[in-house]
Antibody, heavy 123, light 108 residues
Framework: QVQLQESGPGLVKPSQTLSLTCTVS??????????WSWIRQPAGKGLEWIGR???????NYNPSLKSRVTISVDTSKNQFSLKLSSVTAADTAVYYC???????????????WGQGTLVTVSS | DIQMTQSPSSLSASVGDRVTITCQAS??????LNWYQQKPGKAPKLLIY???NLETGVPSRFSGSGSGTDFTFTISSLQPEDIATYYC??????????FGPGTKVDIK
């Protein structure tokens, strides 16, 4: 059974860089047709796609966040990471990592999620 | 950008009721749409993929339909454990991933 677990600081100061890591267990991050994704959810609000990475290192980002986001992968540790720079209070949210399964053409869905981690941006 | 809307934003129904949620895309997305259930304090869970395919292990009272811009999600007989917020999510090959604003389902 694949499991994902987010880790990282729960409090980040404004203008600094938010850094989170997702550790994948129960399967290799390099196997299969999967993208590894970050999604966030401000309190009481909906879900926002941040971006994703394939194990080849290929990335795609939400255009609204692209200038501030970097997603990377470390296959030796079975982990992938998120960096979001120049954060403001608007970046306060629960951050989820998720596995995006590719099922043909460009069809996909998120089949496994981490439990989520709350990151608060405050001085 | 593709915008997703859902209606209603919330609903209250009795156990055993049939519940229907609609999701509308701002442009044709074929059947590139998934549905998720999110319970309070938990991560979303995939219920329906590609508009109408039931994810393995998901009860058959959940179903989805639609294509193009208009989609429907149905719970045929609402159960107490179905209390949650339901989200539709579109995807395409650009790639873009957009979630609807969610529909909160309560028991009356």
């Amino acid at each position: 059974q694949v499991q994902l677990q987010e880790s990282g600081p729960g409090l980040v100061k404004p203008s600094q860089t938010l850094s989170l890591t997702c550790t994948v267990s129960g399967g290799s991050i390099s196997s299969g047709s999967y993208y590894w994704s970050w999604i966030r959810q401000p309190a009481g609000k909906g879900l926002e796609w941040i971006g994703r990475i394939y194990t080849s290192g290929s990335t795609n980002y939400n255009p609204s966040l692209k200038s501030r986001v970097t997603i990377s992968v470390d296959t030796s540790k079975n982990q992938f990471s998120l960096k979001l720079s120049s954060v403001t209070a608007a970046d306060t949210a629960v951050y989820y990592c998720a596995r995006e399964e590719l099922t043909g053409d460009w069809r996909s869905h998120y089949d496994y999620w981490g439990q989520g981690t709350l990151v608060t941006v405050s001085s | 950008d593709i915008q997703m809307t859902q209606s209603p934003s919330s609903l209250s129904a009795s156990v055993g009721d049939r519940v229907t949620i609609t999701c509308q895309a701002s442009q044709d997305i074929s059947n590139y749409l998934n549905w998720y259930q999110q319970k309070p304090g938990k991560a979303p869970k995939l219920l329906i993929y590609d508009a109408s395919n039931l994810e393995t292990g998901v009860p058959s009272r959940f179903s989805g339909s639609g294509s193009g811009t208009d989609f429907t999600f149905t719970i045929s007989s609402l159960q107490p454990e179905d209390i949650a917020t339901y989200y539709c999510q579109q995807y395409d090959n650009l790639p873009r991933r957009t979630f609807g604003p969610g529909t909160k389902v309560d028991i009356k």
